[in-house]
């Protein structure tokens, strides 16, 4: 009978330890400030790449008079 009550408490044991790491936890809010400074990196990051005209990529337009 002991032997019973001990296998039937390290399974339930194993369950609850398997149960615990299946849920995640709920991922918090990002804050303004987070939010507002990834954005800005990211308008930075674009602005960094844009290209701007010059002689050197014109692709073929005339050049102005």
């Known amino acids: 009978m002991k032997s019973f009550i001990r296998t039937i408490l390290a399974i339930y044991l194993m369950g609850s330890a398997v ?3 299946s849920y995640p ?3 918090p809010q990002k804050s303004d400030v987070d939010r507002n400074s990834e954005e800005l990196q990211k308008r930075q990051a674009a ?5 701007e005209a010059s002689h050197l990529n014109n692709f073929g337009k005339p050049p102005s008079k």
Do not use: I
């Open 47 to 51: 602005e960094r790449e844009k290209t």
């Open 25 to 27: 936890m709920e991922v």
């Open 19 to 21: 149960s615990c790491k």
